[in-house]
């Protein structure tokens, strides 16, 4: 049996579409007129939250594009609406077109969060584990060799080395 290898990024990816499906289908659901949930609906959107955010964790890197997540979210922002349906709420299962584009400003958005964080991951990684770490990184620099700007005369050198810098001893 062959198993595909996860992206780094997976549990990142699958722990956001999870919070952010369930956090923004309920902000969705109450701009586009489906009110405040009751807790019986949010104990089914918790459930629906976690095994949309583990199903998106255990997907093969091959499906980890921009398309399949954005087909990541809008899957678990209709999972999220049926949670919130399912219980005692007082409209249609048949949501209206502003609780619709509502759902759907709020999957595109979250996909651009997401991506965008996904992108930036592993140079935060990078800089996080160097600043635990505390290792030493050598910083490039050229080498410059070292000029005299003044031209050396053989007089002036014996002068130099001929002058005494040492004065009388002095009482402690």
């Given at each position: 049996?062959?198993?595909?290898?996860?992206?780094?990024?997976?549990?990142?990816?699958?722990?956001?579409?999870?919070?952010?499906?369930?956090?923004?289908?309920?902000?969705?659901?109450?701009?586009?007129?489906?009110?405040?949930?009751?807790?019986?609906?949010?104990?089914?959107?918790?459930?629906t939250s976690i095994a949309t955010g583990a199903?998106?964790?255990?997907?093969?890197?091959?499906?980890?594009?921009?398309?399949?997540?954005?087909?990541?979210?809008?899957?678990?922002?209709?999972?999220?609406?049926?949670?919130?349906?399912?219980?005692?709420?007082?409209?249609?299962?048949?949501?209206?077109?502003?609780?619709?584009?509502?759902?759907?400003?709020?999957?595109?958005?979250?996909?651009?969060?997401?991506?965008?964080?996904?992108?930036?991951?592993?140079?935060?990684?990078?800089?996080?584990r160097v600043v635990l770490r505390g290792e030493?990184?050598?910083?490039?620099?050229?080498?410059?060799?070292?000029?005299?700007?003044?031209?050396?005369?053989?007089?002036?050198?014996?002068?130099?080395?001929?002058?005494?810098?040492?004065?009388?001893?002095?009482?402690?």
């Amino acid at each position: 049996m062959y198993l595909s290898r996860r992206a780094p990024t997976a549990p990142f990816r699958g722990s956001a579409v999870g919070a952010l499906a369930g956090a923004l289908a309920v902000a969705a659901h109450g701009i586009g007129g489906g009110g405040d949930p009751e807790s019986a609906a949010l104990a089914l959107l918790l459930v629906t939250s976690i095994a949309t955010g583990a199903l998106t964790t255990h997907l093969p890197t091959r499906f980890h594009g921009r398309l399949a997540l954005v087909g990541a979210l809008g899957l678990g922002q209709f999972v999220a609406h049926a949670a919130l349906t399912l219980t005692a709420h007082p409209h249609s299962a048949s949501p209206a077109a502003s609780m619709l584009a509502a759902h759907a400003v709020a999957t595109a958005i979250c996909a651009l969060l997401i991506a965008s964080a996904e992108r930036l991951y592993g140079s935060l990684v990078h800089v996080w584990r160097v600043v635990l770490r505390g290792e030493p990184h050598p910083i490039p620099t050229a080498a410059q060799a070292h000029v005299s700007q003044h031209r050396t005369n053989p007089v002036d050198a014996m002068l130099r080395a001929s002058i005494s810098r040492r004065g009388p001893p002095v009482r402690v």
